[in-house]
């Protein structure tokens, strides 16, 4: 990675850690050669940890060469879309780089998807081959989809087979009931049966500037979930670019907790790909999050790095038993997929003494596109500064090719190498969002001076009450500062006077109480008349997403069918 001339002085080169260079020159390959590399180096060294199950990076090699060739000998080829319907397990690691070694293109699913979600987005990105596990749970959900889909063939993977001794005996006898009855017929296909060959996969060639590695779906919080076309180059140089900005990471050294689901874009590359590049030993949470079980990983494997999102670092702050834990050996904790309030950074940084870093991204970018530094200052409310190699410029909300100056709110705007290519089968959202070479995010934001980015919110969840704008995350973190207050969500609903008014849900902390006359009391001198939720409701829970961050959607929609009913009565 060398230096390149610069050409433009951007606001954020008098902030930039000296050790790295903005502009550095990126290698420009596909993904699997990560794995490749590292092998070859670290190969003795542990590369996934699957309750207590241990894989060497040269062990993790030889299966995905295996299953390379498999695929290929199942009919994968150049651009073949095979997805992977995976929780957290080794089998996720093996498919991602085999499927990419092959030629095929990666289509990620939640597991936690409904019927109609699986059946969309298969039709929708033409996926012919899915991978899962043999838990009834998983395959209960796909089977149907042989018949009601163009899925072609369900490749099962006997979780027995990756749990430690004497686990893989003890499994399917006490958890008899939730391994899956599997009819064996020509549209299925056993991953013992795929792996049985000598590992000699045919070369693909791919070009890393064109050829798309993963159809990555956005979520679908701001609508119709769209697959984001991310080239191997886009995955590659994310990989490349997280890996510069945590300097203080060694090579084989560092040992790394997936508490997120690597299906999503955030876990990919800040867990898995990041965690691969750099020989770290990657520690598996499975089947699901849970606090008591992350920080007893955390203390157990000396986890070094703990990327998460905002309402994880919440749990830990408020867990009745944190002191009991050594969360000692975190070097540093990545924060990502939402806004991180400042409040749950401070409290976790005076609990555990790591710095927990806010960092921002999409789908779209691979997904990151700024951090705060590791060394040099953290300005508290930041998503940080760009990446390197990336620019991010702030433009007017109604005129797309007008720049705003340093310090006025706008739309987050980014130009990159890992910004994708586009939306598949979807031109008109692509040239909605892809202005030449500016991804416009659909955020809004400022950035300082200092070339320091400030999230405010999305666009869309801006709330427009009598004709002000009121930013959610704003009201979000005014809210936060509460001492009672452990979760909070603000979105606007529908008033006949003012239009839209903003109205928060608040989980408060256990033990604690909180009326809402004495709220307001408290956020009068830290919010506008305007900005001032005009309605307060206590929830015992809050929604959140597949890798646990809070959710609005949910409570949109409620809110609609509330306003709904009141109007036909």
Not at 48 to 74: P, S, W
Not at 116 to 141: P, W
Not at 236 to 241: H, K, S
Request: hydrophobic share 40%; with cysteine.
């Amino acid at each position: 990675m060398k230096a390149v001339k610069k050409t433009t002085e951007y606001p954020w080169f008098k902030s930039y850690p000296k050790t790295i260079n903005w502009d550095m020159k990126f290698k420009e390959a596909p993904i699997h050669t990560i794995l490749d590399e590292t092998a070859a180096i670290f190969g003795d060294r542990p590369a996934i940890d699957f309750l207590g199950k241990k894989y060497t990076y040269k062990e993790v090699i030889e299966i995905v060469n295996r299953l390379t060739e498999g695929l290929q000998n199942l009919g994968v080829k150049k651009n073949t879309k095979v997805g992977l319907f995976l929780p957290n397990a080794p089998y996720y690691i093996f498919f991602y780089y085999a499927v990419l070694k092959a030629g095929g293109i990666v289509v990620n699913f939640s597991p936690l998807y409904a019927d109609r979600e699986i059946v969309n987005q298969i039709e929708d990105s033409e996926t012919e081959i899915m991978v899962t596990l043999d838990l009834e749970m998983l395959y209960s959900k796909l089977y149907p989809m042989l018949a009601k889909t163009c899925l072609k063939k369900l490749i099962v993977c006997p979780l027995k087979d990756c749990l430690p001794f004497p686990k893989n005996i003890l499994f399917p006898i006490l958890k008899f009931k939730d391994v899956a009855k599997i009819k064996w017929d020509k549209h299925h296909v056993c991953f013992r049966d795929l792996v049985k060959n000598n590992g000699q996969p045919k070369p693909i060639m791919i070009d890393p500037s064109e050829d798309i590695a993963l159809l990555q779906y956005t979520g679908g919080t701001t609508g119709i979930p769209k697959g984001a076309m991310l080239t191997h180059k886009n995955v590659y140089v994310n990989a490349q670019q997280a890996w510069s900005w945590f300097e203080a990471v060694q090579p084989g050294q560092e040992r790394i907790l997936a508490a997120l689901p690597l299906f999503h874009v955030f876990a990919m590359t800040a867990v898995m790909n990041f965690g691969i590049i750099t020989g770290s030993e990657i520690v598996m949470m499975f089947p699901r999050f849970h606090v008591d079980e992350a920080m007893k990983l955390i203390d157990k494997h000396k986890i070094t790095f703990f990327p998460a999102v905002p309402t994880i670092y919440t749990m830990i702050n408020h867990h009745p038993n944190v002191k009991k834990f050594n969360l000692s050996t975190l070097k540093a904790c990545l924060s990502g997929g939402a806004g991180l309030p400042v409040e749950v950074k401070r409290q976790f940084e005076h609990l555990t003494g790591c710095k927990l870093i806010e960092a921002y991204g999409l789908s779209e970018t691979s997904p990151a596109v700024t951090s705060n530094p590791m060394t040099g200052f953290n300005k508290a409310g930041s998503i940080g500064i760009p990446f390197p190699g990336t620019i991010v410029k702030i433009f007017d909300l109604k005129n797309k090719k007008k720049e705003v100056p340093l310090g006025t709110k706008g739309e987050i705007c980014v130009i990159g190498p890992q910004v994708m290519k586009g939306y598949w089968h979807r031109k008109t959202e692509t040239n909605d969002v892809l202005i030449g070479n500016i991804f416009h995010t659909g955020d809004v934001g400022y950035m300082d001076k200092d070339g320091y980015v400030f999230l405010v919110d999305r666009i869309k969840d801006l709330i427009i009450t009598s004709g002000y704008n009121v930013y959610p995350r704003h009201v979000e973190e005014a809210i936060y500062l509460h001492k009672a207050v452990e979760e909070v969500t603000v979105i606007g609903v529908k008033d006949v006077k003012r239009g839209e008014i903003a109205k928060a849900f608040i989980k408060l902390k256990s033990g604690m109480t909180l009326t809402q006359s004495d709220l307001i009391s408290f956020l009068k001198d830290k919010l506008s008349p305007i900005e001032m939720p005009k309605e307060i409701e206590f929830r015992a829970t809050l929604p959140k997403t597949i890798i646990g961050k809070l959710s609005k959607k949910e409570l949109v929609e409620e809110e609609l069918q509330k306003a709904q009913k009141k109007n036909k009565r």
